[in-house]
């Protein structure tokens, strides 16, 4: 789950599930006009978007979806429409325009007009909730790290508990969570937008929505980016890029051990004399705060466990930028006098309606394997295989309880379409591996090129410095110029 602080910085709007009135069945639903106002951002303006709660009838009751842009300054230079799609599931695209804006401008000049969209359940959008308890909302506990020595079985309950509270609490607008509505709200943006055809640059979870954009509605992308892509299999979808997590932390943790080791760090940053000491000895601290938690912490309640050290060590693997932060931590859970800051996302815990996006749609996507499937053995050997990770992997999840019979086919991603994509990746992506793009970009065949960035990191397009994919990047949407084959840029 990427995205822990997911509030809209520029709509707070909590709009909620309504009857809207139209004509009969029979007609075509179409968006109304959007009525823009200046948002919080200079230079930014907001609105909302209406959309079907259930696409399957169009003129039901809707939800309304918070949406944003930044206008060309250049109508000469401009030559489209570019969205930016955020990752998550649970991400804010209106977010992540006021964040990367100015620096889309910088590099993109005056070509697209910039929007983005608050997904259905996010920000400022319509709010979707399952009346989740209190204690189940923390996000190390919403994800399910085993306990000690590999033990699920509080994992067990608290799945069960979340998925039947959705179940009878979240109705029709948790039901509507899913990659492929998150797809057709992106087309109905565009109809609203009034443009024919429309550019992407997608990250992480939005590459993979944004691919079923371009496999349901090809015709209606210009020029296409994924960033950071998942393996797009079908039949897993989310619960594949779970279990691809424990070799894409080993893969990346790599490069956070030869810089906790190197002897040009900081006083204190340096955990050990070699990299594969820094290993060791962080796999043995959240192996004993599983069995005693420090007690020790900056926050009231919380004990530093095994479960809130693996999970900050999934998010700041994310970017270099992290390290320090990240060794610190480490360095004040092994000292007994020393008192650790628990971490921010941890400390403030999601809302409801947070943690029912993030689950509504992982659920809703495709089907899960049920809770006698085995989860302990496979828990055991994915702790055995890929100890970083504690075994969340391949542990059980509220998906395993989940129920909804309205459940949609899910997309397939296919070689059938326009050759308008290009997808770019880092070489050791600890949420989105290299070897999932790998099977996404054969998903696509000729329809796309791939541009591999030979550094760690996640989020790559304006997000981990590398001029050389940048650059690839802009050329791409400024000009519709790919390389003729994938391609590697130097760390």
């Known amino acids: 789950m990427s995205g822990a602080t997911l509030a809209s910085a520029v709509l707070t709007g909590t709009a909620t599930v309504q009857a809207a009135p139209g004509p009969g069945p029979g007609a075509r639903a179409q968006p109304p006009a959007l009525s823009w106002t ?70 993109l000049g005056g070509a697209y007009d910039l929007v983005a969209l608050d997904p259905r359940g996010v920000g400022g959008s319509s709010k979707a909730a399952c009346g989740l308890d209190a204690k189940d909302l923390r996000v190390d506990k919403l994800r399910s790290w085993p306990g000690a020595d590999g033990d699920i079985s509080e994992n067990a309950a608290r799945s069960r508990r979340i998925a039947e509270a959705c179940a009878r609490n979240g109705g029709d607008a948790v039901r509507s969570l899913s990659s492929l509505n998150q797809a057709r ?52 979808v989310a619960r594949g890029w779970l279990a691809n997590g424990g070799p894409a932390v080993e893969l990346r943790f790599a490069d956070f051990a030869a810089w906790a080791a190197d002897p040009a760090r900081g006083p204190g940053l340096r955990l050990a004399e070699r990299p594969e000491e820094v290993r060791s ?98 828990v055991a050997e994915d702790r055995a295989r890929y100890p970083l ?59 796309a090129r791939m541009v591999t960035v030979e550094r760690g990191g996640h989020g790559v397009y304006l ?11 802009t050329a791409f949407l400024k000009t519709g110029e790919r390389p003729e084959g994938d391609i590697s840029c130097g760390g």
């Open 38 to 107: 200046p948002c919080h951002q200079p230079g930014q303006e907001c609105a909302y978007l209406t959309v079907p709660v259930d696409y399957r009838e169009p003129h039901g009751p809707t939800m309304r979806l918070a949406v944003s842009r930044i206008l060309s300054t250049s109508p000469g230079e401009r030559r489209g429409t570019l969205m930016a799609v955020p990752g998550g599931p649970g991400g804010s695209g209106v977010k992540r325009l006021t964040d990367k804006g100015p620096a889309l401008r910088a590099q």
């Open 389 to 447: 990770t504690g075994g969340l992997p391949a542990n059980i999840t509220p998906c395993a309880f989940w129920k909804n019979a309205d459940r949609e086919k899910t997309v397939r991603i296919t070689g059938e379409g326009p050759s308008n994509i290009l997808m770019i990746q880092a070489r050791r992506d600890p949420a989105t591996p290299h070897f999932g793009a790998v099977r996404m970009r054969q998903a696509l065949g000729d329809r």
């Open 281 to 378: 000895l962080v796999i043995a601290l959240a192996e004993r705060l599983d069995r005693v938690p420090k007690t020790r912490t900056d926050t009231e309640g919380i004990a530093l466990d095994g479960a809130i050290l693996r999970n900050t060590l999934l998010r700041m693997l994310s970017s270099d930028s992290e390290f320090p932060a990240l060794a610190g931590l480490i360095r004040d859970a092994r000292d007994p006098k020393a008192v650790v800051a628990i971490p921010g996302d941890v400390k403030q815990p999601l809302s409801d309606q947070d943690a029912a996006v993030w689950v509504g749609v992982i659920c809703n996507d495709v089907n899960w394997p049920g809770p006698g499937a085995g989860y302990p053995r496979a």
């Open 185 to 236: 709200d992106l087309d109905r943006f565009r109809a609203a937008l009034g443009e024919e055809k429309v550019s992407f640059w997608s990250t992480s979870y939005g590459a993979y929505v944004t691919a079923i954009y371009a496999q349901r509605f090809g015709h209606r992308t210009d020029r296409v980016v994924l960033d950071s892509s998942g393996d797009p299999d079908h039949r897993r």
């Open 463 to 473: 997000g981990v410095g590398n001029p050389c994919g940048d650059a690839v990047v």
